[in-house]
């Protein structure tokens, strides 16, 4: 057994399958079933069944897989120990962000980070906060930035950037005169509603109840995945929503869309920079964030 062969095994676990293993790794498929082959007279166990298009592992495997991903982080951690002891920032980092810094916040931070440590490899994982949090916890993801807190002990947040969210509508719609409305009004119109998992759209109804509103009573007959498609359907009249101003300036600056202020509504909120509690963090990931702080 050695540290090549477990980190094939992991990329056919995480893949479920022997082809996109091999394409992720850059091998012939022939050449991981080796390797797993291999493994598998080591242990002289089975530890993958392939279950028509899908491989899964069997109960060694799965034992494996957790002391294999714990192996290989701590032979990263080594590595970026030493190189950082010679003076050297070397290695590889992974990020994962929800819709909003992984697209807007994250994208300006690692720009400027990778000039300055050029030998860092940045990887960076885009999903709803709820999906990074879990990445984070998993120990796929070292340092995520998220639009909701959590009250998940194994994860550590801190308040990173403050965000503006308004009630984004199209030009030409009934209210563009207007700077302000109440949330009365607002929910008499029909809104784009967001996946559960969006921190944008927990704060929201959190911001409706602390009002004394029923997020409940909603008009909200279409759900979207993410902030592209809600700007999408507001710009095509499917409704209207409540959005980061991030996401929306260049609509905004171009006259197609307009922000509103609700009245009753605190839209207010932070971006939280989030960590695991649990695992420490290696040389590399306590480099970026000391970064991202300076550079905020």
């Not at 909603?218 to 700007?231: D, F, H, R, W």
Request: hydrophobic letters at 40%; proline letters at 4%; charged letters at 25%.
């Amino acid at each position: 057994m050695d540290l090549w062969q477990l980190k094939i095994f992991v990329a056919v676990v995480e893949n479920k399958s022997f082809s996109k293993a091999s394409e992720a790794i850059n091998l012939s498929q022939p050449t991981v079933s080796s390797h797993i082959k291999e493994l598998e007279d080591y242990f002289k166990c089975r530890l993958l069944d392939r279950l028509g298009k899908i491989t899964e592992p069997t109960k060694a495997g799965e034992i494996l897989y957790l002391h294999a991903k714990k192996i290989l982080s701590l032979k990263d951690q080594t590595e970026t120990a030493m190189y950082d002891f010679l003076g050297k920032a070397k290695g590889s980092l992974a990020l994962g962000g929800s819709t909003i810094p992984s697209g807007y916040i994250l994208p300006k931070i690692i720009g400027p980070f990778s000039k300055k440590f050029p030998e860092i490899h940045i990887e960076l994982f885009a999903g709803d906060t709820t999906q990074i949090i879990e990445e984070i916890k998993k120990g796929r993801i070292e340092v995520g930035i998220v639009g909701a807190k959590t009250d998940d002990p194994l994860v550590s947040q801190e308040e990173f950037v403050m965000d503006e969210m308004r009630l984004i509508i199209p030009s030409g719609h009934k209210w563009a005169d207007k700077t302000s409305v109440s949330l009365p009004e607002v929910l008499k119109e029909t809104l784009i509603a967001r996946e559960k998992g969006s921190g944008t759209w927990q704060s929201i109804l959190k911001s409706m109840a602390r009002a004394g509103f029923d997020p409940k009573t909603l008009n909200a007959p279409v759900t979207m995945g993410n902030t592209i498609s809600v700007i999408q359907g507001i710009l095509h009249h499917v409704g209207i929503s409540i959005l980061s101003t991030i996401a929306v300036q260049d609509d905004i600056d171009k006259g197609r869309l307009k922000a509103l202020s609700v009245t009753d509504l605190d839209l207010n909120r932070f971006f939280y920079l989030t960590t695991s509690r649990k695992r420490s963090g290696s040389p590399i990931s306590k480099k970026f964030i000391e970064f991202a702080r300076i550079s905020r």
